[in-house]
């Protein structure tokens, strides 16, 4: 996002303390209704993401016996995260309390169980306006739930359902809370550093691509992968899922500007282009490569280009957002169909090869697309090319490690504990039976 989200009270209530008597009578500030209704509708649109979106996306992608479980870890993992956000989360990311020197450039504090936190709370946005807290907490917990989830593409079909019920709370809070805080709070390590990331390029796509593929090693190959065929079982599906995320994609990337102004203009002409681009440019490099333009390519495409315009949505012109989306689907189509099968992973449904690719793609790329001659809205006391082109590869390199030990140390804990991986029988016999004892289709 363009500035810092942690504002949110700790320093308007320092300011009041410093004012005086004065400061202290005037009025508290009041919602602005529109940016409000736009921030509560940008917010359920985010869950559409999930629920629907990503359920159906990731489901069809899967071989029919595993759909049902594939849906089920999907929203059991974003339920629960936002369970956990109400009662630690979000004080970790954002909370009230600003620790001083090293701790705070990690973490925050404070307002736990959101105690302290009532209707007529507000958070600020990034001019005078503000908009009920109630309201930002929320929008930022549908990040964290959807990031969660994200990871699963990485897992599906082997991982226990009572593993990923353990991982999740484990991985939020030692990887997600504190890359959140370092990248969106004001006194965060990447924040602080200048990193642009508008919507999560780094936040949520590099790091649930890249704890995806640690998990993913963790738990091994699927069996029989790669010397058996696993197509996606109902692309009808994964299209419907495609199509449902494109649409909550606009609360994802217009909802950051935190206003209903020009910023969230700018953010949802940026996702219509470079999503259209990403899509129509994957199946022109599958026709060029000498397969047939596909319904699989066009959905992977347009996954891509919304991903790598997540970190630019409201740092770049239009054009940028175009160029963004081609060259996403170019690097992650590599990912996806040289690079796994030259180093053997077994990424399921390339939760690495698009949302990790593509992320770093987006992060790294803003620097460029932020600039004036390509349309970006980069004014004069904006860092020059090469500094920021270097501000984002720190940010990516950080947020590549933070994930990667983090997912390992909750990955090992997990497995220490309930173990990972269903036996050979329960994922012979699929997911579907053996974890939940149901079938998505009789």
């Known amino acids: 996002m363009k500035t810092s989200l942690f504002k949110l009270g700790a320093a308007a209530t320092a300011a009041l303390l410093v004012a005086g008597p004065a400061m202290a009578?005037?009025?508290?500030?009041?919602?602005?209704?529109?940016?409000?209704?736009?921030?509560?509708?940008?917010?359920?649109?985010?869950?559409?993401?999930?629920?629907?979106?990503?359920?159906?996306?990731?489901?069809?992608l899967t071989r029919s016996k595993n759909m049902l479980s594939t849906m089920t870890q999907i929203g059991a993992t974003a339920a629960l995260a936002m369970l956990i956000w109400v009662m630690w989360g979000y004080s970790l990311a954002f909370g009230d309390t600003s620790y001083e020197g090293t701790l705070g450039m990690?973490?925050?504090?404070?307002?736990?169980?959101?105690?302290?936190?009532?209707a007529s709370s507000t958070a600020a946005t990034f001019t005078d306006e503000v908009i009920s807290k109630y309201v930002f907490i929320s929008f930022q917990?549908?990040?964290?739930?959807?990031?969660?989830?994200?990871?699963?593409?990485?897992?599906?079909?082997?991982?226990?359902?009572?593993?990923?019920?353990?991982?999740?709370?484990?991985?939020?809070?030692?990887?997600?809370?504190?890359?959140?805080?370092?990248?969106?709070?004001?006194n965060g390590l990447l924040y602080v550093d200048g990193a642009l990331d508008f919507a999560g390029g780094t936040v949520v796509h590099i790091n649930a691509g890249v704890s995806g593929l640690v998990l993913a090693y963790l738990l091994g190959k699927r069996r029989g992968y790669p010397a058996e065929q696993m197509p996606p079982h109902s692309m009808t599906l994964t299209?419907?899922?495609?199509?449902?995320?494109?649409?909550?994609?606009?609360?994802?990337?217009?909802?950051?500007?935190?206003?209903?102004?020009?910023?969230a203009g700018l953010a949802m002409i940026n996702?219509?282009?470079?999503?259209?681009?990403?899509?129509?440019?994957?199946?022109?490099?599958?026709?060029?490569?000498?397969?047939?333009?596909?319904?699989?390519?066009?959905?992977s495409g347009v996954i891509a280009g919304l991903v790598a315009v997540t970190p630019a949505a409201g740092n770049s012109g239009p054009f940028g957002a175009i160029l963004l989306g081609i060259i996403s689907s170019l690097v992650c189509y590599i990912a996806v169909?040289?690079?796994?099968?030259?180093?053997?992973?077994?990424?399921?449904?390339?939760?690495?090869?698009?949302?990790?690719?593509?992320?770093?793609?987006?992060?790294i790329g803003t620097a460029v697309v932020y600039q004036a001659f390509l349309g970006g809205p980069a004014g004069d006391t904006a860092n020059p090319l090469?500094?920021?082109?270097?501000?984002?590869?720190?940010?990516?390199?950080?947020?590549?490690?933070?994930?990667?030990?983090?997912?390992?140390?909750?990955g090992l804990v997990t497995k220490a504990l309930v173990g990972l991986r269903v036996d050979e029988e329960a994922e012979v016999n699929g997911l579907d039976i053996s974890e939940h004892g149901e079938r998505a289709y009789n």
């Open 25 to 60: 009578a005037a009025p508290a500030p009041v919602p602005n209704p529109g940016n409000n209704a736009w921030m509560m509708t940008s917010t359920i649109l985010v869950l559409l993401m999930i629920l629907p979106g990503l359920a159906l996306f990731y489901g069809g």
């Open 106 to 118: 990690f973490i925050s504090g404070g307002s736990y169980f959101l105690i302290g936190t009532d």
């Open 141 to 186: 917990m549908t990040f964290a739930a959807i990031t969660a989830a994200l990871i699963l593409g990485a897992t599906a079909e082997r991982m226990k359902f009572a593993a990923t019920m353990l991982f999740v709370p484990l991985w939020l809070t030692i990887v997600y809370f504190p890359i959140a805080h370092m990248v969106w709070a004001s």
């Open 239 to 263: 299209m419907v899922g495609t199509g449902l995320l494109w649409v909550g994609w606009f609360g994802f990337n217009a909802g950051s500007a935190l206003e209903a102004d020009g910023s």
């Open 271 to 299: 996702t219509f282009v470079a999503t259209a681009a990403g899509g129509l440019a994957w199946m022109v490099i599958e026709k060029l490569a000498g397969h047939k333009g596909s319904a699989l390519g066009f959905c």
């Open 337 to 363: 169909a040289k690079v796994k099968g030259k180093f053997g992973y077994d990424d399921s449904l390339d939760a690495f090869g698009i949302h990790g690719v593509g992320g770093i793609v987006g992060a």
């Open 386 to 410: 090469g500094v920021q082109l270097w501000i984002q590869i720190k940010g990516v390199l950080i947020t590549i490690v933070w994930a990667g030990v983090g997912t390992l140390i909750a």
